[in-house]
């Protein structure tokens, strides 16, 4: 079982602060999950094949739209929702 000790060591790590409550709360909520990754693991799988994507068998292209090309809407209409336009772009505020 996670101590609380070795939650906040974690959450320290991790630059998140944790009160004593919330590290003893995720102390218990940790070993639930790592319990439940032993159960999922200890599963026969054998002869099992994985799936690349949830639509289609491993090993197989996955499944794409045709490529259709289409009129761009064209720089003038996008700049019509901008707030604030400047030499044909969006103007934004200076972030430093």
């Known amino acids: 079982m996670f101590s609380k000790e070795e939650v906040l060591k974690i959450a320290s790590l991790s630059r998140i602060y944790l009160s004593d409550?919330?590290?003893?709360?995720?102390?218990?909520?940790l070993q639930n999950i790592l319990n439940y990754v032993e159960q999922i693991s200890a599963a026969d799988v054998e002869g099992i094949e994985a799936l690349g994507h949830p639509t289609k068998p491993?090993?197989?292209?996955t499944p794409l739209r045709?490529?259709?090309?289409?009129?761009?809407?064209?720089?003038?209409?996008?700049?019509?929702?901008?707030?604030?336009q400047k030499s044909h772009c969006y103007e934004v505020p200076t972030v430093i």
Request: overall charge negative.
């Open 66 to 84: 045709e490529d259709e090309p289409w009129e761009s809407l064209g720089s003038e209409k996008i700049l019509e929702s901008a707030p604030k």
């Open 58 to 61: 491993a090993g197989e292209p």
């Open 21 to 29: 409550e919330e590290a003893t709360l995720f102390s218990g909520q």
